[in-house]
């Protein structure tokens, strides 16, 4: 049973346990860490966002974790969400993410997956993200 995602990604409250700065950073270091397991080493993922002002601070988190685990960043701004579907096949980048809850309230927030072919991610990698992320351990220097 997934505990993050549901039927449009993870969304939830900004700045609860549902949503928050960590576990952008958290999402963004397991996909990366699931991207190197599959195919590449150092995968281009795209973000986009849409205009609620918890936005930023999601994309810098979540920016932080892909670059920490070694993937590259490009930032699309504010995109809607087929723009960057789109943007994702054009570029031939491992995968998108867009931050963003739709038509859920100006509070709720929301980090959604787009493949490499512009739709969106499979049940099963979603799954797969979702441990990653659940059993995340800092890593000991």
């Known amino acids: 049973m997934k505990k993050l995602f549901g039927t449009d990604g993870i969304r ?7 949503v928050n700065e960590k576990l952008a950073f958290k999402v963004g270091r397991a996909m990366v860490k699931f991207c190197q397991k599959t195919n590449n080493s150092q995968p281009k993922i795209i973000i986009g966002r849409d205009t609620r002002k918890s936005g930023l601070i999601l994309e810098m988190a979540l920016s932080g974790g892909i670059t920490a685990a070694g993937g590259e960043v490009v930032l699309a ?12 096949r054009e570029e031939k980048a491992d995968v998108g993410v867009v931050i963003s809850a739709s038509h859920n309230p100006y509070h709720d927030n929301g980090i ?4 490499p072919d512009g739709f969106k991610l499979r049940d099963q990698i979603e799954n797969e993200i979702e441990r990653l992320v659940l059993t995340d351990e800092p890593e000991k220097h």
């Open 12 to 18: 939830g409250l900004v700045n609860s346990e549902e």
């Open 112 to 115: 959604k997956f787009v493949g």
């Open 77 to 88: 701004g504010i995109i809607p969400t087929p723009g960057l579907a789109f943007l994702v």
